[in-house]
Nanobody, 124 residues
Framework: QVRLVESGGGLVQAGGSLRLSCAASGRSLSSYAMGWFRQAPGKEREFVAAISTSGDNTDYADFVKGRFTISRDNAKNTVYLQMNSLKAEDTAVYYC?????????????????WGQGTQVTVSS
């Protein structure tokens, strides 16, 4: 079983950038397609981005296209989410998640493994 730990969250001004990391332990991350989700207070968890096991394929929610980039380094057992041009509405707890397939990425129920989340707060 893989264990996922997110880091890199924090407080940033609107227009700024953050890079989130998701480090895996227990098993090689290369076996898993990975996704990032977020949940704002009072809202449901929503899909942000996903990446295939090799990193050759990515998928993004429309509201982050052109601003966020998902990537992975399987040698370091880590997945990243580079977030640029941050907006106040990006404020949320961000979670990474792992699964064995890369399809229907938007559905959180398709992901088997989850991290504990990292808080991102964007001040306007």
């Amino acid at each position: 079983q893989v264990r996922l730990v997110e880091s890199g969250g924090g407080l940033v001004q609107a227009g700024g950038s953050l890079r989130l990391s998701c480090a895996a332990s227990g098993r090689s991350l290369s076996s898993y397609a990975m996704g990032w989700f977020r949940q704002a207070p009072g809202k449901e968890r929503e899909f942000v981005a996903a990446i295939s096991t090799s990193g050759d394929n990515t998928d993004y929610a429309d509201f982050v296209k052109g601003r966020f980039t998902i990537s992975r380094d399987n040698a370091k057992n880590t997945v990243y989410l580079q977030m640029n041009s941050l907006k106040a509405e990006d404020t949320a707890v961000y979670y990474c998640a792992g699964r064995f397939a890369f399809n229907d990425n938007y559905y959180s129920t398709n992901y088997r493994y989850w991290g504990q989340g990292t808080q991102v707060t964007v001040s306007s």
